[in-house]
């Protein structure tokens, strides 16, 4: 299990039993962190550094120093590259084996969103000028380039790689091929805002493929709708702000966080809600498990929980000082780890809650 904290420090710690085997120091708080796909080496990104360590031997391999705040961090799915993405109108890309910057994107906003291509061939970047950007990862060479008319907060791409998807604070979706950029579908979310009377915006918040690649799943202020990628049409719709929207393996089922104090799982074909996962204050992460029998969720109040994914039976409760930001099981399912801001990360079984 890896953590970042305020206190100015990454760690690494057995998942079972909680010693800590790494440590890498930083001259500010850690705002990002992730695993490599083969869970070899470690990224943490900080107020303006980036550093690549490795999550046993306590070595670091790499090392970028950014001219802001670090926004967002990502490994490709081979853990060959890591992407890094900052408020200071860059994002770079690192050979986490040969240790070099491989590509530096210059951009005209902060960094907002990243994600890699499924072959590691292609990196997505979001930013807050309401721009989505595909480039080559060996070379930054830019492939393909969306334009919003305000913020990206999202950006996702199919499982194929052909496509990628962007959702923009202005209130639509659109998905483009990957290289060249042609728009294959547009998604607008207006008439929702018209229909309800309503002033504020829809703005699109998170966006999700299924792992078949034909739904999308687009979680707004207002509504989370899952959509047909072969052509557009809804197939359900569930009213719920969402700031998270995540599928189950199997494409089944459907999980969407946000600021009404619950998370929802609801069937992705006719949007039938499944479970209601009520907290006391907004819900700020939702994962399922591997096998998608249980769903996980961290909240403001302080409490991460798991859940039945159908029932929403509650499985177990884990308390903290301060709001939980972070869920995520273990591959095995066996375990969830929570990263609180109170400068904790607890370890514990699905079922039972046991630390």
């Known amino acids: 299990m890896a953590a970042g904290s305020q206190d100015k420090t990454a760690r690494v710690f057995d998942a079972v039993g909680g010693r800590e085997v790494s440590r890498l120091g930083f001259p500010e708080g850690i705002s990002a962190i992730a695993f490599s796909a083969d869970g070899r080496t470690v990224s943490a990104g900080s107020l303006s550094t980036v550093g690549v360590f490795e999550a046993v031997k306590r070595k670091e391999v790499s090392q970028l120093e950014f001219q802001d705040v670090v926004t967002a961090v990502a490994f490709s799915p081979d853990s060959r590259y890591i992407a890094a993405g900052s408020s200071d109108r860059t994002a770079r890309v690192l050979d986490t084996m040969g240790h070099r910057e491989v590509s530096r994107l210059k951009l005209e906003g902060s960094v907002s969103a990243l994600a890699f ?39 996702d791409f199919a499982p194929n ?50 792992p078949d690649g034909r739904y999308l799943a687009v979680g ?63 819900v700020n992460v939702v994962v399922f498990s591997p096998d998608g029998h249980y769903v996980a969720a961290g909240s403001d109040d302080g409490t991460a929980r798991v859940f039945e994914a159908k029932g929403g039976r509650k499985l177990s409760r884990l308390g903290f000082q301060h709001p939980v930001y972070s869920m995520a099981f273990s591959p095995d399912g066996r375990y969830v780890v929570a990263g609180s801001s109170d400068r904790t990360a607890s370890v514990f079984e699905p079922a039972g809650g046991g630390k």
């Open 117 to 155: 291509s499924p072959d590691g061939h292609y990196v997505a970047a979001g930013t807050s000028d309401g721009t989505a950007r595909v480039f080559e990862v060996v070379g930054g060479n830019e492939v393909s380039r969306l334009k919003f008319r305000d913020r990206v907060n999202a950006v």
């Open 161 to 210: 790689g052909r496509y990628v998807a962007a959702g923009s604070s202005d209130d639509t979706v659109r998905v483009c091929e990957a290289i060249g950029g042609k728009e294959v579908l547009r998604l607008e979310f207006h008439d929702v805002v018209k229909r309800l009377s309503l002033e504020s915006q829809d703005a699109v918040n998170d966006v999700a493929f299924s």
């Open 220 to 282: 707004s202020e207002l509504t989370v709708r899952v959509f047909e990628t072969a052509g557009g049409r809804e197939v359900s719709r569930v009213k719920a702000w969402a700031d998270e929207v995540a599928f189950t393996l199997d494409g089944r089922y459907v999980a969407a966080a946000g600021v009404d104090d619950m998370a929802l799982v609801f069937e992705a074909l006719g949007g039938k809600e499944v479970s209601r996962l009520k907290f006391q204050d907004s």
